[in-house]
């Protein structure tokens, strides 16, 4: 009998070895280079940051993330306000304003990251995609869920979960 083939000649086979093994070296120089007991930040590829990152511009927050509380898994917001009332713009951006927020004004449609105070992204104005039928997409796609809607049935557990208080 004749010996089967390999999948991949033997010098291809070489070379995504040697590739992976580079990777794999570069990835553990960069996390030994990071702060210790910090993670080592993702490294970003040429091509994505020409192709997204400088059409956005980040918005930086003076906020630092290693004051707010966590559980050991993850962050755990406090518990806030019941929501019962409904802020006015003058009282949450301006100089009289009690919260301070900033105003920012936003296409809807730009990709910009938010950032914490050590540059890190925490929220993401995510947009939607530069496509002129996008309106009508996600219009069309909104009315089939409202048509649906009335037909769907979850159980007590269903509705009501450590996530929150809809249907999941």
Do not use: C
Request: hydrophobic letters at 30%.
């Amino acid at each position: 009998l004749p010996t089967p083939t390999p999948s991949l000649p033997e010098g291809e086979k070489l070379r995504d070895k040697k590739q992976s093994h580079a990777n794999r070296r570069k990835k553990r120089r960069s996390q030994q280079a990071a702060k210790p007991g910090q993670p080592a930040l993702p490294q970003i590829r040429p091509s994505i940051q020409k192709k997204y990152m400088h059409k956005a511009m980040g918005i930086q927050t003076g906020l630092e993330t290693e004051k707010l509380p966590a559980a050991s898994t993850a962050y755990v917001a406090n518990h806030g306000l019941s929501g019962k009332k409904v802020y006015r713009l003058e009282e949450l951006v301006g100089k009289d304003a009690k919260a301070a927020f900033k105003l920012v004004q936003w296409d809807g449609k730009t990709a910009t990251p938010i950032t914490d105070s050590v540059g890190r992204i925490v929220a993401l104005l995510a947009g939607h995609p530069d496509d002129p039928s996008w309106d009508s997409v996600h219009s069309e796609a909104a009315e089939l869920l409202e048509q649906t809607r009335p037909h769907l049935s979850l159980n007590k557990k269903a509705k009501k979960h450590r996530r929150g208080h809809f249907g999941a």
